[in-house]
């Protein structure tokens, strides 16, 4: 009768254990990038975009785009396909002169939530999605794999950490 009771103990054990593994790696799937790095030969224009684009909208809450050579492209190849619900941060390097009017409208069109700023503190090119993931760019969106390689790659959650919030920083000091 006592190798009755251990087994069912050892059944029930094993069910908690397997359980709590389960959980363990849904958590861990949650944290960890959707998407993996790639790379992206010259003339791979298209499969560049589609990448970004997807990587973007998969976005739920809030998307930060930091790149010194944003232009208007980015509504309407990139932020097109972004859930109205996500709030956008643009931080580029260039006059905004150059942005706001196609910005303008764009928000008024979209009825997104899409708030730009200029700093001369830039140089990388990043996208933060949620506020939890971080993506390196090697070139500027407008011209990505253009005429060179270039990639779109995800960043460890540490590091993601360190760099979200020195671009916190950044955008706290930049112009609108």
């Known amino acids: 009768m006592g190798f009755v009771g251990i087994g069912i103990s050892r059944d029930a054990s094993l069910s908690q254990i397997v359980g709590i593994l389960h959980r363990v790696i849904a958590r861990l799937e949650a944290e960890v990038p959707q998407h993996g ?5 010259p003339g791979a224009v298209y499969d560049f975009f589609k990448s970004l684009r997807d990587l973007l909208a998969s976005a739920s809450q809030t998307i930060l785009i930091v790149d010194p050579y ?40 979209s009825k997104m939530s899409i708030e730009a700023r200029v700093s001369e503190a ?32 995800p960043l460890d959650h540490e590091t993601a950490k360190l760099k979200m919030a020195a671009y916190e920083d950044i955008w706290m000091n930049a112009s609108a």
């Not at 790095?37 to 030969?41: E, L, M, W």
């Open 37 to 41: 790095g790639q790379a992206f030969g």
């Open 70 to 109: 944003l232009d208007e492209e980015i509504f309407d190849t990139y932020l097109a396909a972004v859930s109205r619900n996500v709030a956008v941060r643009l931080l580029s390097g260039k006059k905004m002169h150059d942005l706001k009017p196609a910005l303008a409208k764009f928000v008024s069109q």
């Open 122 to 153: 830039i140089h990388d090119r990043v996208v933060f999605l949620d506020g939890r993931s971080c993506w390196v760019l090697g070139q500027s969106i407008k011209d990505a794999a253009k005429t060179k390689p270039t990639y779109l790659a």
